[in-house]
């Protein structure tokens, strides 16, 4: 008989068997062992479940699909919360889009399989040769500001065929305020994404440029990332539907119809970092949206989830290298810090990871006599910690540590201070169900195979200065 553990329980219980099978594959020094394996050169690997990647995209798909039925609803993964081509090619071939904020990650989408009516580019900063390239393709473009409207205009009247496949959006920022974390609070009044709609003249000039260009038929709101309560997001989103009714019934009076048909809402539902529950759900975001912004489902509707979609299908595993008392308090010295974590390492207080100790043979510490740790990276400044005055089982140089909730814009997204090697990234997969618990066992793939010392130095320019023009 199958066997079937609650999700939540059983990403935890996965993630316990692949640790203890890396482990054993560290020790048993197999170099062609198909399970990967913690040792000198690679003493830090990220690991993604891709089993909770597809099931944490089918609960999205669920929780809107009562809406899908009636009216297109397309899920477009923010690339940058996992930019990892066969993570992005899954998501891709599980029907998702691609939200990109870059040229980078508009080449990477379309390299990963997306078709380009499945790509939404947002950004600020679009450069006139990005503005054509994306025209070029036929991607979704929410456009940022006025000006930005301007170069596309030009776009399209110096080649008009550029204009067959294009569906374009403005940018809205509501200005309905911050939440926790500061750095990510994109709807306060001076931030710097969108048109700012309370502004003097600022939804006049929309209208406008709405009634000037029948080919602008939606509107993008995106009111931060983790730290914004979902009443607050939907304060934000429900500005926006206001205005595109607004917008929709001066097209209608005027026998156009109406204009806008889709609201791209961004992403941002935040990610509990404090224990294993995918909490809050995507269907406590829709409930949440029916009550406060009903007329939204009225249109169709982009989504630009990432952090929500990924951040529990990942952990980082290292060993500790070295611990010795320091002070009040213990030092686990390991191989993950700031390259993997960064926003950790400098804003601690908003980015609190969990860790998870294991002894030297995968199996995790009994959480007993407890000390306070600090447990820091590799890094060369006294910041590079994951956590500080933890209170974790004694650590010892051999052991293990797991930093989960790390799928989303931790080990995808790395930072080369010291030149520390962009880390592996392995995926696991189990399939279905299990005949028990015993019997979970795991096939790996590489996702990334992460950067070698050679590599690292390769990168670091050329090996002498050479003609600028060269
Ligand atoms: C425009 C836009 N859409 C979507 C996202 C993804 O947000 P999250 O990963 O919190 O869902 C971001 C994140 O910064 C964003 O800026």
Redesign the pocket.
């Known amino acids: 008989m199958a066997f079937t553990i609650a999700p939540d329980l059983a990403t935890a219980l996965r993630r316990d068997v692949v640790i203890a099978d890396i482990a054993s594959a560290s020790v048993a020094d197999n170099q062609s062992s198909s399970i990967p394996a913690l040792d000198d050169e690679s003493p830090v690997l990220g690991l993604i479940d891709l089993d909770f990647i597809e099931r944490q995209y089918a609960a999205l798909e669920v929780a809107f699909s009562r809406h899908a039925a009636e009216k297109s609803v397309l899920h ?1 993964v ?1 690339c ?2 996992i930019p990892l081509r066969p993570i992005l090619r899954i998501y891709a071939q599980l029907g998702a889009g691609c ?1 990109v ?1 870059s040229a980078g990650e508009l080449e990477l989408a379309i390299a990963a399989g997306f078709a380009p009516e499945k790509i ?1 580019f ?1 950004s600020p900063a679009k450069t006139i040769t990005q503005l054509h390239r994306a025209l070029e393709l036929g991607v979704v473009m ?1 456009v940022d500001n006025l000006a930005e409207l301007a170069r596309i205009d030009a776009l399209l009247n110096t080649e008009s065929t550029l204009a067959e496949t294009v569906r374009l959006g403005v ?1 809205i920022n509501p200005q309905t305020g911050a939440g926790a974390i500061s750095a ?1 609070s ?1 709807a306060v009044e001076s931030a710097k ?1 969108g048109i700012g709609l309370a502004d003097a003249g600022a939804r006049e000039a929309i209208i406008d440029a709405f009634l000037a260009r029948p080919w602008l038929t939606q509107l ?1 709101v ?1 009111s ?3 730290g ?1 309560s979902l009443s607050l997001a939907a304060d934000g989103i429900r500005e926006v539907v206001e205005l595109a009714l607004q917008i929709n019934e001066i097209t209608e009076r005027a026998g156009r119809g109406k204009q806008i048909t889709r609201i ?1 809402i ?6 509990n970092f404090a224990g294993e529950d995918s909490v809050p759900s995507f269907a406590d975001y829709r409930a949440v949206l029916e009550d406060q912004v009903p007329e939204l489902f009225d249109f169709e509707i982009v989504t ?8 529990k299908a990942g952990t980082v595993l290292t060993r500790v290298e070295y611990a010795k008392p320091m002070g009040p308090r213990r030092i686990a010295v390991t191989h993950a810090g700031v390259q993997v974590a960064t926003r950790t390492a400098y804003a601690p207080e908003d980015w609190p990871l969990r860790i998870l100790a294991y002894d030297a043979e995968g199996k995790p510490r009994v959480p007993s006599a407890l000390i306070a740790h600090d447990v820091a990276g590799p890094a060369c400044f006294s910041g590079d910690l994951l956590a500080t005055d933890r209170m974790l089982p004694e650590l010892n140089p051999g052991d293990l540590i797991a930093v989960p909730d790390t799928g ?2 931790h080990f995808s997204s790395p930072y080369s201070y010291n030149l520390l090697p962009r880390i592996p990234v392995v995926g696991y997969r189990s399939g279905e169900s299990v005949a028990s618990e015993d019997d979970i066992t795991f096939e790996y793939f590489m996702v990334h195979r992460g950067e070698t010392v050679q590599g690292v130095v390769a990168n670091a320019g050329p090996a002498r200065l050479e003609s600028y023009r060269g």
């Open positions: 477009a923010a940058k919360a939200e904020a939404v947002d929410n940018r990510l994109t994404f993008h995106h931060g990332s983790q914004v791209d961004g992403g941002g539902l935040p990610v630009e989830f990432g952090r929500s979609l990924a951040a989303a814009y």
